[in-house]
């Protein structure tokens, strides 16, 4: 039986080959973590009512980064992530950030616009929602989950796709380099 290391000796051994292995790559990395061309984002479709603004097009977001965020109010894995995306929203916003939530109701009671205004305010989003009640967006981007993330930089490309939760310091990252991508122009 070969030597075990403890704990300890493995996460310096794993930090140090980390540190080695992507020295030489450390920029290129940071420039695209997880970002893949998935093709051309989709127009809005089928929107019923636009909660938080006036109607959007992706077209009229050219030039910005947007999080296009699928959930539903009484989702509980969309209500795990909603603290991140608020933070996400408010850190970024000023710097040509945008995050869509689009509403695509899971029971009949959540197609109400009064329901979805009052998740609104109980979860503190400041951003856009687009109810989307017939899933015209939604089969649009052919999504199949609650949440669900695409991002998509400033040339309307999605760049980044994450289904549930997790992946926060993943996604922020992704976000930040997309952000820098388009200040540098």
């Not at 050219?62 to 992530?81: H, M, P, S």
Request: proline letters at 4%; a positive charge; aromatic letters at 14%.
């Amino acid at each position: 039986m070969g030597k075990l290391l403890s704990r300890r000796a493995f996460s310096g051994l794993g930090a140090s080959v980390a540190a080695a292995a992507c020295w030489p790559m450390q920029g290129a990395l940071a420039a695209s973590p997880g970002l893949k061309d998935y093709g051309r984002a989709p127009e809005f479709a089928g929107i019923e009512k636009w909660l938080n603004s006036g109607p959007l097009t992706m077209q009229g977001l050219a030039g910005k980064v947007v999080l296009v965020d699928f959930w539903t109010y009484t989702c509980i894995n969309c209500i795990r992530t909603l603290p991140h995306v608020v933070r996400w929203y408010e850190t970024y916003k000023d710097q040509g950030f945008v995050v869509v939530g689009v509403h695509s109701p899971e029971f009949a009671y959540e197609r109400s616009t009064r329901n979805v205004q009052d998740a609104i305010e109980r979860f503190n989003i400041r951003y856009p929602v687009a109810q989307d009640n017939s899933f015209t967006t939604w089969k649009a981007y052919d999504n199949q989950y609650w949440p669900a993330f695409y991002l998509v930089d400033s040339k309307g490309q999605v760049m980044r796709q994450h289904f549930g939760e997790g992946e926060y310091a993943e996604m922020e990252a992704a976000i930040q380099a997309l952000l820098a991508r388009k200040a540098a122009g």
